[in-house]
Nanobody
Framework: QVLLVESGGGLVQAGGSLRLSCAAS????????MGWYRQAPGKQRDLIAT????????NYADSVKGRFTISRDNAKNTVYLQMNSLKPEDTGVYYC?????????WGQGTQVTVSS
């Protein structure tokens, strides 16, 4: 059973930065690619960044490319999302999860609100 706990969200002005963390329990973490997802109000949950198990393959959605950086520390079973130059459209609940089928249970997410 994988348990995911996201943290680090908050209220920030446009142009600001936040660093999100996702702590994962369970041995699956070290062997799986991980992803960060964003669910804006009234919209579906979208995958915005992925990182391979060894951290060498990284991909971003066009909407966050050049502003967000995903990283991971396998020794700590934690994946991070550094978010810079935040925009109001980045507002939403951010989740992490393993890139695996079936998808493990989702955590509670962490709310990010960017004011203009």
């Amino acid at each position: 059973q994988v348990l995911l706990v996201e943290s680090g969200g908050g209220l920030v002005q446009a142009g600001g930065s936040l660093r999100l963390s996702c702590a994962a329990s369970g041995s699956i973490f070290s062997f799986r690619s991980m992803g960060w997802y964003r669910q804006a109000p009234g919209k579906q949950r979208d995958l915005i960044a992925t990182i391979s198990s060894g951290g060498t393959r990284i991909n971003y959605a066009d909407s966050v490319k050049g502003r967000f950086t995903i990283s991971r520390d396998n020794a700590k079973n934690t994946v991070y999302l550094q978010m810079n130059s935040l925009k109001p459209e980045d507002t939403g609940v951010y989740y992490c999860n393993a890139i695996v089928t079936p998808v493990p249970p989702w955590g509670q997410g962490t709310q990010v609100t960017v004011s203009s």
